[in-house]
């Protein structure tokens, strides 16, 4: 859950729009788009299924030419769709424009037919094709797409009342620089972008209002905001000059699960993905937020799927554990511990206990070493193969963890003698996406106990190379590799 924030921090406009976006949910603007390409194919395709039974199966009675017809209207769904691609046609500053989406999907649609027809004529089956059914087959597109875009811009209106549709975007620097990207987000940003407020750490040196927007606070109240789920994407927009900030402040904001962009002025020694926009604002991007758009409802997808049918296989297995844990040493069945997930939340991940109750270390600061007296006789055998995490698979069916990803480490856990999030400076980069069951520095050697300084690094390492090369088939790579990994025993104890 979002901590909750203080709404007096937040301007008017800025708490107005969170409110609404809070209250109704936000629309993915990468999945909206991808679904209305495909309604506009399947537009095209349905259309041509109708004009062939209305045409040809009832007023001519040919039913015989299916398949040729059919892949005629595959083709012309595919061309046009790519067409409306390649004009731009599925933003959503486009989308939200009905005058232009008709007029170029009527002229688009138009050219389609004609490359299929100049296509057939010197293909020499021109005359396969009936006339009477490509002119109801047009006229059929032609209505379908125009009562789309009438329905699409009248929920697109509403979504952007409810804020769903809107970024919302948060600008650290009150100079001149925040002042110019203020401009053309409310200039450019056509209802796309809320701003959430200005925020500087020189706050006894910087004006109240940048552009019409209130200085909220430092780039702690900015953090502090983030965690909570209420900025999309954070622009730095500081004078190139300041290149020792900058660092500072990517540095600082790196581990957020947002879109970090550099305002385009200023060029500093760090990595950068490449040249955006935000509107009309343009920026560097330094950063991606993990799983965007279908990769994070894929993810979801695979968490849930895998996860059920993981619990329902295991779930006699987890009874005979419960119970022999029961019959070996007094207490719970189940360890319950605060460990670190998303966003640095706090998640009460639940395994199966494995020792004495009394020895039990909830802070996570003592390593369990090899013949740890702490550990039952139950407990031993659980944790040398790790049926002990067995009921982290709640966690997962309750999106607080998924199945792959880089495991959740107790608050108090230490590398070495020092707390690990202090002894590694990228520590909390890794948790920019939900901590999983296993992970890739799991299969790589790195299970157990992390006893040195080096291989707490490697392990975040390794943690990070997973969430910056993330793919469905990295996860099942993972999971197969995390069965052969058990059964070895290695720095299980």
């Known amino acids: ?57 009832v007023i001519l009675g040919d ?3 299916y398949d040729r017809y059919g892949l005629a209207v595959l083709l012309a769904g595919i061309v046009f769709v790519a067409a409306l691609r390649r004009r731009g046609a599925y933003t959503i500053s486009r989308l939200s424009r009905f005058s232009w989406q008709t007029s170029h999907a009527m002229v688009l649609w138009g050219a389609t037919l004609g490359l299929l027809s100049t296509v057939s004529f010197f293909a020499k089956i021109a005359d396969f094709y009936s006339r009477g059914w490509v002119v109801t087959w047009a006229i059929l597109v032609i209505s379908e797409l125009v009562l789309l875009r009438a329905g699409l ?11 769903r549709l809107s970024r919302s975007v948060a600008i650290v620097g009150a100079g001149e620089g925040g002042e110019q990207v203020v401009a053309k987000l409310r200039t450019d940003g056509r209802g796309e972008i809320a701003i959430a407020g200005i925020f500087d750490d020189r706050l006894n040196r910087v004006p109240a209002y940048v552009g019409g927007c209130r200085v909220l606070g430092t780039t702690d109240d900015l953090i502090a905001i983030t965690r909570s ?27 957020l699960p947002v879109d970090l962009r550099l305002s385009i002025d200023q060029i500093g020694g760090f990595p950068m993905r490449g040249i955006g926009e935000t509107a ?16 994070g409802i894929i993810k979801w997808f695979e968490d849930q799927i895998i996860g059920t049918l ?14 022999a844990i029961r019959l070996d040493s007094r207490g719970p069945v189940f360890f319950v511990q605060d460990r670190f997930g998303f966003n640095n939340k706090t998640i009460r991940v639940l395994k199966f206990r494995t020792m004495h109750v009394e020895q039990s270390d ?5 390593r369990t070493v090899a013949g740890d007296p702490r550990v039952t006789r139950v407990g031993r055998v659980l944790r040398s193969v ?6 982290q698979l709640i966690n997962v069916l309750r999106g607080e963890m998924s199945l792959v990803g880089p495991r959740p480490h107790a608050l108090g856990m230490k590398a070495g003698e020092r707390l690990y999030h202090d002894a590694v400076s990228d520590y909390f980069q890794r948790h920019r996406v939900r901590p999983g069951m296993t992970g890739w520095a799991q299969v790589n050697g790195l299970r157990g106990e992390i006893d040195s300084l080096e291989k707490a690094r490697r392990r975040v390492a390794l943690d990070l190379y997973y969430i910056d090369h993330w793919s469905l088939w990295l996860d099942l790579k993972i999971l197969l590799k995390t069965m052969v990994v058990m059964f070895r025993r290695e720095n299980a104890y």
């Open 63 to 65: 039913w015989e030419a």
């Open 280 to 295: 009309s604002a343009r920026t560097i991007e330094i950063l991606d937020r993990p799983l965007k758009h279908w990769g």
């Open 310 to 323: 993981a619990l329902t296989a295991f779930a006699p297995l987890m009874l005979c554990i419960a119970a």
């Open 362 to 366: 909830p802070s996570g600061a003592n």
């Open 386 to 391: 790790s049926l002990d995490e067995l009921p």
């Open 1 to 57: 859950m979002a901590d909750v924030v203080d709404p007096n921090i937040l301007d008017e406009a800025a708490a107005g729009h969170i409110a609404r976006r809070q209250s109704h949910g936000a629309i993915l603007h990468q999945v909206l788009c991808e679904i209305v390409q495909v309604v506009d194919f399947l537009a095209v395709v349905v259309a041509g299924g109708l004009a062939f039974a209305f045409y040809l199966v």
């Open 229 to 255: 789920g209420l900025v999309d994407e954070i622009i730095i927009a500081l004078p190139l000059r300041a290149e020792g900030r900058i660092g500072e402040l990517v540095a600082k904001l790196r581990s």
């Open 153 to 163: 811009r009248s929920l697109m209106r509403r979504w952007a009342a409810q804020g």
